[in-house]
């Protein structure tokens, strides 16, 4: 929680106004209670029937047994009902966790036992893989499902009578749990409140130039931080704008999908603005798109200038982090920022530090590591009191672990990541946590996973292995096999294999990324 002053001050200078979710979609009934607030193929949900289904949810949920305070696993994919499930558990006062459709049984296990959840609510199949077999991993003798159940409680049996719900949460309590891009082993949970989110989702929608009129593409999963609050579905929300979900972000699903539903704002993260760009190509633009929202990861300046010749709307690079801190943009900025920086932050009250190795604040303009404190970034991780003794500074700043360089004008130039994560076009991989999966392997000694450098990802990822003697050949398909029957998210399975005698060591002992990815560089050269 944010030391009283702090919080004291956010109150004061009007970021923190008093709002829970539910007040949220409430006053939208109230206000925009006919028009249409969530598009889901030819499926259209307004603004009074979505509050309605969640406080019929919220009911059906409660009796149930799930209350205030309760943690409940969310995994389901870009559907109408996705809203319905995450309004219910915010009228409660119930916490979502929120999983992403790629997570497979070692995510949903540990999210289901960290947060001790109540209960898990998934999908049936989603892209030709049945979720209903990760509820044996999952833990809660409670499990959830939209669409054909199984064994399971299905999602449709439980809308009921909102008549004798309990009274909300209130706004300084913790609204769910999203999961970190972190470095060291599995995600670690983030606790954001209904405060300190919806301000950061209200700033964002008058960045960004939201109104009722606004149409929003969502392409990347909802349970994206990007995707929900950058602006994204929550801030189409406040603005009483309309939400179009993709099932899928291929051009042939994509662009026909923004033509019919006359999209006028849409966020990617860099490999599916390229897909994009090469499929519009030579043709006539998207008429109804304003403006294109990519980050996740860094955009080159050389797709960066294509966009607007190609698809015929403006660029906003965004640049932020589930755990707070977001810089954009702007709309009206010059192309030289537009093309060539992340944008700067929401706030005044966004505290930035750029330090060295030794915590000392480097010269403007260089490059450091980057620090961040303000009234919607976090001030530590959900019970991982150790973990923040290190990701956090004793007076409160976020240890990013991006390195980045910040120009006279206050924009940020993102230059990579101090830590030992992939950024696999936009989905964060935490090399520890891959190599604690392939040291179970019984054929590998020891396992270091290192980014490699991809045109069209950013970074693709490659496991070394050191294998134990007298084995038989490892090869990429066995361990990509094996890693999967372990239940390991697909995005997270190495690309890439090689197996090495030893591992380079640094001169403290420890495993010498830096001279791997050279070793990597060389024999791609070769």
Same mark, same amino acid.
């Given at each position: ?39 889901? @193929? ?96 999952? =833990? ?91 602006? @994204? ?7 009483? @704008? ?153 007076? =409160? ?130």
């Amino acid at each position: 929680m944010w030391p009283e002053e702090f919080a004291r001050r956010y109150r004061e200078r009007g970021y923190w106004t008093g709002q829970t979710f539910d007040d949220l979609l409430r006053e939208r009934a109230s206000t925009h209670g006919d028009r249409v607030a969530v598009v889901d @193929g030819d499926r259209h949900v307004t603004y009074r029937e979505l509050r309605d289904n969640a406080l019929r949810l919220a009911s059906g949920l409660h009796r149930l047994g799930v209350r205030r305070g309760d943690r409940v696993v969310v995994q389901l994919p870009n559907a109408a009902e996705y809203f319905d499930v995450v309004f219910a558990l915010f009228r409660l006062g119930a916490l979502p966790v929120f999983a992403l459709p790629a997570h497979r049984a070692a995510e949903i296990g540990y999210f289901c036992a960290h947060t001790e959840a109540v209960a898990y609510v998934t999908t049936d199949v989603h892209e030709g893989f049945d979720h209903r077999t990760l509820a044996a991993a999952a =833990g809660p003798a409670t499990v959830i499902v939209a669409g054909s159940p199984g064994p399971f409680t299905a999602l449709a049996d439980l809308y009921d009578d909102p008549a004798g719900l309990p009274p909300g949460p209130w706004p300084g309590e913790t609204a769910f749990l999203q999961l970190s891009g972190g470095s060291t082993g599995l995600p670690k949970l983030i606790p954001r409140t209904h405060d300190d989110y919806l301000y950061s989702v209200r700033a964002s929608a008058e960045i960004c130039g939201l109104t009722q009129d606004s149409v929003y593409l969502a392409v990347l999963p909802v349970a994206h931080n990007f995707t929900m609050s950058s602006p @994204g579905v929550l801030g189409v929300f406040h603005a009483g @704008g309309r939400v179009v979900l993709a099932r899928r972000a291929d051009p042939a699903t994509v662009l026909p999908l923004i033509a019919r539903e006359q999209v006028t704002i849409t966020a990617v993260v860099p490999p599916l603005a390229l897909l994009w760009l090469d499929a519009l190509s030579g043709k006539r633009g998207l008429s109804s798109l304003q403006v294109l929202q990519v980050g996740g990861a860094k955009l080159a300046g050389s797709v960066a200038e294509r966009i607007t010749p190609v698809l015929g709307c403006k660029l906003q690079q965004v640049f932020g982090m589930a755990e707070g801190l977001v810089n954009y943009t702007r709309l009206d900025d010059p192309d030289e920022v537009v093309l060539h920086t992340q944008g700067r932050p929401i706030s005044p009250d966004d505290e930035l530090l750029v330090l060295d190795d030794d915590d000392r604040p480097v010269p403007p303009g260089t490059v450091g590591h980057l620090l961040t404190r303000g009234p919607y970034t976090i001030r530590g991780y959900w019970r991982a009191d150790e973990h923040n003794r290190t990701a956090f500074t004793a007076d =409160g700043f976020y240890r990013t672990g991006d390195l980045v360089r910040v120009r006279d004008d206050g924009y940020l130039v993102v230059e990579g990541r101090a830590k030992d994560q992939i950024n696999r076009g936009g989905e964060k991989i935490a090399a520890e946590e891959v190599e604690n999966h392939l040291l179970t392997h019984p054929a590998v000694h020891d396992a270091a996973v290192v980014a490699v450098p991809d045109p069209y990802l950013g970074e693709r990822s490659c496991a070394f292995v050191v294998v134990r003697d007298g084995v038989a050949p490892l090869t990429l398909p066995a361990v990509r096999r094996y890693l999967r029957e372990r239940g390991l998210a697909g995005y997270k399975i190495p690309d890439r294999l090689q197996v090495l005698d030893a591992f380079p060591i640094t001169g403290v002992g420890k495993v010498s990324r830096r001279e791997l990815r050279a070793a990597l560089r060389t024999l791609q050269e070769g």
